[in-house]
């Protein structure tokens, strides 16, 4: 088992910036993907951006890219998504996940790729 705890989220201006932070529980966390969704209201979870386990590879969503960058701290059990020059449309409850496959080279984009969530944060950019 694995337990998620995401932490950073928060109302910040248009432009403004903000870091998630995502805890994970378990000696296994250093060997294993892990994932940023968001889900908007009325909307599905979509994958924001996704790391290997040895954080040599990582992915991005379109809307995302050069304004967002993921990282982790095997070390602290612990991954980030760092979110700059944020707009109004990123607006959403993030969460974190895990995929249980020890290893895996690749990053799974969509939520079925993942194994263990966290229970979410809030990020609401304002105009």
């Known amino acids: 088992q694995v337990q998620l705890v995401e932490s950073g989220g928060g109302l910040v201006q248009a432009g403004g910036s903000l870091r998630l932070s995502c805890t994970a529980s378990?000696?296994?966390?250093?060997?294993?993907?892990m994932g940023w969704f968001r889900q908007a209201p009325g909307k599905e979870r979509d994958i924001v951006a996704a790391i290997t386990w040895s954080g040599g590879l990582t992915y991005y969503t379109d809307s995302v890219k050069g304004r967002f960058t993921i990282s982790r701290d095997n070390a602290k059990n612990t991954v980030y998504l760092q979110m700059n020059s944020l707009r109004r449309e990123d607006t959403a409850v993030y969460y974190c996940?895990?995929?249980?496959?020890?290893?895996?080279?690749?990053?799974?984009?969509?939520?079925?790729?993942?194994?263990?969530w966290g229970q979410g944060t809030q990020v609401t950019v304002s105009s």
């Open positions: 378990g000696r296994t966390f250093s060997s294993r993907a």
């Open positions: 996940a895990c995929r249980s496959e020890d290893g895996a080279v690749v990053v799974p984009t969509t939520a079925r790729g993942y194994d263990y």
